[in-house]
């Protein structure tokens, strides 16, 4: 549960109305006045609200990797740091295609067992970035034969 509370649109300076009309559009109404996720924390910068959200889209569209994989790479950094917000990847992995397998293991601090190689490197690179902050250089090789370079700075990010 966030510590913040709910912004009031009626005491909004423009930059953060803009913001926050932004994002009511394309999330909706709030409940409560709370957005849930990053959101409540960013719209207190609107520069750095408007700038995470451009972020993400590029994520959310333009990503090189499959839709599942970036999902999971989510969901294993909510594990790492217990992040129940962000445990919430873990589902929309699945219905994008991840192996539900794959997300208990995640879960549980085990490796998964998967015939998807981009499951697997990108399991092992962010195990690697969040425990170790980098990476050797067999996996790197082996992260760039199966999901390329730009796959490998996506994941990091």
């Known amino acids: 549960m966030t510590r913040l509370g709910p912004l009031d649109p009626e005491t909004?300076?423009?930059?953060?109305?803009?913001?926050?009309d932004s994002l009511v559009r394309n999330r909706g109404v709030p409940p409560?006045?709370?957005?849930?996720?990053p959101f409540d924390g960013w719209l207190r910068s609107p520069v750095l609200c408007h700038e995470m959200r451009v972020f993400g889209g590029m994520l959310w569209e333009q990503t090189s990797l499959d839709r599942g994989v970036v999902e999971l790479a989510i969901a294993i950094a909510a594990a790492y740091w217990h992040?129940?917000?962000?445990?919430?990847?873990?589902?929309?992995?699945?219905?994008l295609g991840i192996d539900q397998a794959v997300l208990d293991a995640v879960e549980a601090g085990r490796r998964?067992?998967?015939?998807?190689?981009?499951?697997l490197v990108t399991y092992d690179l962010a195990?690697?970035?969040?425990?170790?902050?980098?990476?050797?250089?067999?996996?790197?090789?082996?992260?760039?034969?199966v999901i390329g370079e730009r796959g490998i700075v996506e994941v990091a990010f």
Do not use: T
Request: proline share 2%; charged share 25%.
């Open 12 to 20: 909004m300076d423009e930059a953060l109305r803009k913001e926050y």
């Open 32 to 37: 409560e006045g709370i957005f849930g996720g």
């Open 83 to 95: 992040s129940n917000v962000d445990w919430s990847h873990a589902a929309r992995a699945v219905e």
């Open 112 to 119: 998964p067992a998967s015939d998807r190689a981009d499951v």
């Open 127 to 145: 195990q690697a970035f969040l425990q170790n902050k980098s990476l050797s250089a067999s996996l790197y090789e082996h992260a760039v034969s």
